[in-house]
């Protein structure tokens, strides 16, 4: 699980990406980014482009998110933990047995 100052980390690269997305600038670390997301199971993947990298996700709730998902809460927490770890190493913000930390 990330604590929350690399949950922050990730989270505010992930706005860096949405931004470079939006304004439709092509760079490396956006499409290691794209790569690593479409690369993820359904509901992972649903979750971080919704919540991070769609053009209206500062606007989206998680509430918003989950609901339109069919899933609870927990389930939601569980998914967007899960991307955002597998972001976070791939990124190298953490490595990749810290990952599995519990």
Do not use: W
Not at 70 to 99: D, W
């Amino acid at each position: 699980m990330l604590d929350k100052v690399i949950e922050k980390d990730v989270v505010q690269y992930l706005s860096q990406i949405r931004l470079l997305l939006f304004l439709e600038k092509s760079e490396i670390k956006t499409g290691k980014v794209m790569s690593v997301v479409e690369k993820m199971p359904s509901f992972e993947r649903e979750i971080i482009i919704r919540k991070y990298l769609a053009r209206e996700a500062e606007y989206t709730s998680h509430q918003t998110i989950y609901k339109e998902l069919g899933i609870s809460t927990g389930t939601y927490k569980k998914y967007r933990m899960r991307g955002l770890t597998k972001l976070a190493a791939e990124l190298g913000i953490i490595s990749v047995g810290k990952e599995n930390e519990a």
